[in-house]
């Protein structure tokens, strides 16, 4: 019985931690990379948009940027199709999508992962919560 709620409880986390919903920086037509900031993050709809997209666009009178939540799909068909127009010059436009939390922001400098930083925090998170139920399971 036990390893049946054992079994139960952690497909549930586990179907849970597939729905997990991303951040992105969303704004349209910004100058100078204003909208990596607080105020532009929105959620993404779950199980929809799973990417974040960046347009940066080469105008006149500078560079602008987009930055939105979209689909896998529709955001790798884009940065495809505008590749031959991503060339940086004036009317160039190039669109990158990544899958991460705010990942359209800003690059930030990040230091190299050892080999023991590779795990995600929600594989800790399981860790955390099966380990103590694992010593109250029967031993045949």
Sequence with gaps: ???L???TLFGVLVDAGDALQIQ???CEEMKHNDCSTPEYI???TVNVQDMCQ???LVKPD???YRKSCASSGACLIASSGYQQFCTGRVNSVCISCCNTPLC???RRKRPPQSAATTSTPHTHRLLLIFLPLLTLLPVT
């Design 54 to 56: 960046k347009e940066v």
């Design 42 to 44: 929105v959620n993404c």
């Design 24 to 26: 992105c920086y969303q």
């Design 62 to 64: 500078g560079i602008h």
């Design 1 to 3: 019985m036990r390893l």
């Design 5 to 7: 709620v054992f079994a």
């Design 104 to 106: 359209n922001g800003p």
